[in-house]
């Protein structure tokens, strides 16, 4: 039989639990609940918030990847909840860039990676991007270059480059993102990367490792040799 949260023990109470014990006690779905506020006539906050995170196997980045109009299916769900946790899963990826930003200088392709999978990690199209360091190998600038589809994005060296001697880089490393999760480089990305290393050597701005990205891996041109 359903019963409704401010019947439930104090100690069982998402809010009443997060102010007594702190919130890393707190379940996935108790936090969630917080965010709703509220259930439906039939389950509690937290049943609701169970039941969509059991859609998405528990799975938070799977959950953030959910549309409005996808989350207003499960019944309770309204607009306005939606958005709210849309928001709040959008406030903790910002918060995973935010802390990346203190790792700004450029040692290995690992770092490449923990820059750029908060910003195109998740992605559903692909999108290129240049990463601009100065001789202490930091980053003095991000840019997007082109953005496509889910196969594939146009990239204009002359763009590039022209970025890179406004922000006096003097030197480049690529990263784009393969939305399907596969971590192999196409004949594309390999043709790409060999025009834009030669256009470096000519501007004596060498282009030093070219990332792909996925949400939980990436492939370095320069650490499987493709370079």
Known sequence: MYTPINQWAEDDRPREKLLLKGKSVLSDSELLAILIGSGSRNESAVQLCQRILASTNNNLNFLGKLSIQQLIQFKGIGEAKAVSIIAALELGRRR?????????????SKAVFEIMQPIIGELFHEEFWALYLNNSNKVIYKSQISKGGITGTVVDTRIIFKQALEYNATSIVLSHNHPSGKLQASEADIQ??????????SLDIPVLDHVIITEKGYL???DEGIF
């Open 96 to 108: 995973r860039g935010e802390e990346i930003k203190k790792q700004d200088v450029v040692s290995s």
């Open 192 to 201: 790409i990367t060999k025009t834009l290393k030669q256009a470096g050597r």
């Open 220 to 222: 370095s041109f320069v």
